[in-house]
Each structure stands twice: as C-alpha cells, then as structure tokens.
C-alpha cells in the first residue's frame, strides 16, 4: 500500500513538473510575440511646385513606432518660394515671397520593416496658414500682420523607401502629394498649395526597443 502511494507521488510531481515546462516554454513563446516598440525624431527636406513656383519645404516629425510596422505621431512642415514682385503698391523690393506652414496628425503604416530596405506609406492630415510678403520684408525680420494670413485643411499622403542604416538611423526617401483647400490671399487669386513633391530625410531614435531574443530549444 505505501509503494502504490509513493508511486503516485511520484507520478503526479513528475506530471506537475512537465506541465509546468511546457508552461515556461508558452511563455516565453508568448512573449516573443509583444508588440517591440521604438521612438524617433525625424527632419526631411522636400522639393516641388506651388503656383508653378519651385517650392522648398522642411518637415520635422516626432512618432512613436509600433514593432517596426507602423508610426503615429506629429509632423510639421513650413515652406517658401519667390517670384518677381509684380505689386511694387503693396511690397517693398524686387521679389515677392509666398512662407507658411502646415502641421498635423502622421500615421505610416510599413511592409518589411525588418529588412534593410521596407517601403512605407506615410500620411498627414491637418492645417496650416499661408501668406505673401516681400522677401526684403524677410530679411529685415520685420513683423507681418496677422491679417494677411489665410488658414487651408491639408492631406497629404505619399510613398517612402526606407533604408535601415543601423538601429538607430534610418533614412527616408519617396514623394508626396498635398491636397489642400483654397487659401484667399487678396489681392492675389484665390490659390492652393496642390502638388507633388520629392522627398529625402533622416530618423534618428529606436526602432526597435526592446527587442527580444530568440528562445534556444530546451532540447
């Protein structure tokens, strides 16, 4: 009788002990399955044409970035170009000069973002304020009267291939497409800044906080 309980004890710790492998083993299974999550700060120049005018912008965007698939975060972009001043009544100068801004919600979901090339589908949505001034008006850093601003609703969606230089520096390239509402600049036409642009920029941050290691068979 005591042999037959001693190897049921035994029985029993022996099971216990097994389920309780397989229980660290799915774990650790498990846990290989988080989300890995990163952080960066992003600054981008783009090139395109507002008006029929070569147009400069510079963005720069904070995003948390979710297991290397997809980013959330703020963008804000300005921008300017000149062309010759045909309102010499309003502007000082031989050049007049569109300047403004736009800012807003960044989303970007990401294919292969493991490798070290992945593509991705960056999209803004938001607004922004435009205005016409004098580039001597500019270079004096004289103030300009809130008056003179027009706002405008923007989306802009694009396309990126994107080059995992290291851990923490990745570099952007694509182009982008901005549909905006019209802004009225009076007495210039009522305008928008539609258009494509090119894009080349530089991430700096985490992508990959966090990472997991590989869980070696136990076997």
Do not use: C
Request: proline share 3%.
């Amino acid at each position: 009788m005591k042999t037959q309980i001693v190897l049921g004890l035994l029985i029993f710790l022996g099971l216990t002990a097994l389920g309780q492998t397989e229980t660290d083993d799915y774990v650790e299974f498990d846990d290989r399955k988080n989300v890995v999550h990163g952080v960066y700060f992003g600054f981008s120049g783009q090139y395109g044409q507002v008006e029929g005018k070569g147009t400069a912008f510079g963005t720069m965007k904070l995003a948390y970035v979710a297991n290397q698939q997809l980013e959330i975060g703020f963008a804000a972009t300005g921008f300017f170009n000149d062309r010759p001043n045909n309102r010499p009544d309003l502007f000082d100068g031989d050049k007049v000069a569109l300047v403004g801004g736009y800012a807003g919600f960044h989303v970007e979901p990401i294919l292969f973002g493991k490798r070290f090339i992945s593509v991705s589908f960056p999209l803004l949505v938001g607004g922004g304020i435009a205005t016409f001034t004098g580039v001597d008006t500019l270079e004096n850093d004289e103030d300009l009267d809130s008056d003179d601003f027009d706002d405008f609703f923007i989306v802009e969606p694009g396309v990126n291939v994107l080059y995992n230089l290291t851990r923490y520096t990745q570099l952007e390239t694509g182009v982008r497409y901005r549909f905006t509402s019209s802004y009225d600049l009076s007495p210039f036409n009522e305008d928008n800044l539609n258009g494509f642009s090119l894009v080349f920029g530089l991430k700096v941050g985490i992508f990959n906080m966090g990472r997991k290691k590989p869980v070696k068979d136990r076997f």
